[in-house]
């Protein structure tokens, strides 16, 4: 007879959870493994995804689709997330972890917008860099048969997708594949395009494949008409904590990293018609899973 209370309800997945001395935090992982057939020591790859609290099923199951159609390897997905089932923790947590400067106006101004009235922590992503470097990968090669964590792929959107680009530009050799969609390249005054601009001049090189992406509907324009449907006080505060252009963003700095000419960077990008913030992921994440995995 079957669980009438199953523990998980997407097959074949576990949850484990790891201390972090460098974040001083626990962090809790979700973990996929592989439906496909492979073959006896064979050396499996590792899809990490951010926000799996929310984004881990997403992740998994597109990846298994695109497994069934031959279009990717068996793989590992393994969602990094947070043992807390509150999303107000969850958001406070993952600006924490996310963000590569710290802000004092996000940190204030951003929890309001999420009915907080709690400062919220920034600066963080080199921490969780450390993290994930030190600590969750050997974890992944001590506890997962055959994965290889020398041939993973980062997933993120949002804040998840502004981490993604600031480890691709400050510790590219993490992953060899990078989908950051819809990063938040807004982020305190745009530092992650000076960032970019302040290590290539030192650069020669950047091995990576990367998939970048945003929804047509992030447009600075059609941002701004679903600003004129919010209540006044939430639009005045949303109005002062960013200009909201993610396509007026993600454009130019794929453009910016394409000038640079690395000979071993692998760049493709799309805008998504009729996607939003909130939509665009599915349809980025299958695409650009493609894109990084292909021959």
């Not at 940190?107 to 009915?115: R, S």
Request: net charge negative.
């Amino acid at each position: 007879m079957s669980d009438p209370h199953p523990t998980h309800t997407i097959a074949c997945t576990q949850v484990h959870y790891l201390q972090s001395h460098h974040v001083g935090d626990e962090f809790k992982l979700f973990v996929a493994t592989p439906w496909t057939p492979t073959m006896p020591g064979q050396k499996i790859p590792v899809i990490f995804a951010l926000d799996a609290n929310a984004q881990f099923g997403t992740v998994v199951e597109t990846a298994r689709s695109l497994q069934f159609g031959g279009e990717l390897p068996a793989c590992y997905v393994v969602g990094i997330g947070y043992p807390s089932d509150q999303l107000l923790d969850i958001f406070a947590l993952r600006s924490r972890d996310y963000t590569p400067t710290s802000s004092p106006s996000f940190e204030t101004l951003y929890p309001q917008t999420m009915g907080s009235t709690a400062r919220w922590q920034t600066g963080g992503a080199a921490r969780f860099l450390r993290f994930i470097r030190d600590e969750l990968k050997p974890w992944v090669g001590a506890n997962l048969p055959d994965a290889d964590p020398d041939d993973t792929t980062i997933a993120g959107l949002s804040f998840g997708g502004l981490f993604a680009t600031y480890t691709l530009l400050n510790a590219p050799d993490t992953f060899q594949r990078y989908i950051a969609c819809s990063p938040s390249l807004l982020y305190d005054g745009e530092v992650m395009l000076m960032q970019e601009r302040e290590l290539a001049e030192g650069r020669s090189d950047l091995s990576a494949r990367v998939f970048m992406a945003c929804g047509a509907l992030e447009s600075e324009e059609e941002m701004n008409k679903f600003l004129d449907t919010q209540p006044p006080a939430l639009k005045e505060l949303l109005q002062r904590l960013w200009r909201p252009r993610m396509v007026e963003l993600v454009l130019p700095f794929v453009e910016q990293l394409h000038q640079r000419g690395y000979p071993s960077l692998e760049l493709e990008h799309m805008v998504f018609e009729n996607e939003h913030h909130m939509s665009v992921y599915p349809a980025a994440l299958s695409r650009g899973l493609r894109e990084v995995f292909k021959p």
